[in-house]
């Protein structure tokens, strides 16, 4: 089940329910927005999570039951068909923090890391899910606009920069994961599609 709500008591009573049930494991799908931006790279054991996120909590009330095992797949921002890139800045939004890297997956690689966890039976463990690369916005938006023939964006120059560079490296040791499009650079037109 993967619910946007971020509502805690709502998902507390969603445990209760699952705990009154025969489920034995729950794959709980969140986000890499978890994490404070440091500037540098996180990954899911170095504890730089944001203790005052909401999505945070509730990955922790899913992780302290006793009556069934979570595994948590933090993914990073979702790409793919219906979901180019190109698309995010169009009609003259304007870019911040130009000069900060993204964190993206494509959908097929959600998929393929959803199917791993549960194919191999990979319960109790916290996993990003995040390409390989992380260009930075000023290279990358442009690069996806002019896929589309869209305008390049503008970018809103800022003097600080906050951000967060997602690490992937478990879900390949841990999984054996191979993505698909490792390279947000190198993703054909059709994956769009």
């Not at 130009?98 to 791993?116: F, M």
């Not at 906050?162 to 841990?174: D, G, L, P, S, W």
């Amino acid at each position: 089940m993967n619910i946007t709500n971020k509502n805690l008591a709502a998902y507390q009573y969603l445990i209760e329910s699952i705990e009154q049930s025969p489920i034995q494991h729950v794959l709980f799908v969140s986000s890499s927005s978890v994490y404070q931006n440091i500037n540098d790279w996180v990954t899911e054991d170095n504890k730089l999570e944001d203790e005052n996120s909401i999505l945070f909590q509730i990955e922790n009330a899913f992780k302290a039951s006793s009556g069934f095992k979570t595994s948590v797949i933090r993914f990073s921002g979702l790409i793919g068909p219906n979901r180019h890139p190109g698309r995010f800045f169009r009609g003259g939004k304007q870019v911040k923090q130009g000069d900060t890297p993204v964190n993206l997956i494509h959908l097929a690689d959600c998929i393929g890391i959803i199917n791993s966890i549960i194919e191999q039976d990979t319960w109790g463990q916290t996993f990003n899910g995040c390409a390989d690369t992380h260009p930075i916005k000023r290279d990358f938006y442009p690069f996806a606009s002019e896929q589309l023939g869209y305008p390049v964006p503008e970018f809103i120059e800022e003097e600080s920069l906050h951000y967060k560079i997602v690490n992937n490296a478990k879900v390949k040791q841990v999984l054996n994961y191979r993505f698909i499009y490792p390279d947000l650079m190198q993703i054909p037109q059709e994956a769009y599609e």
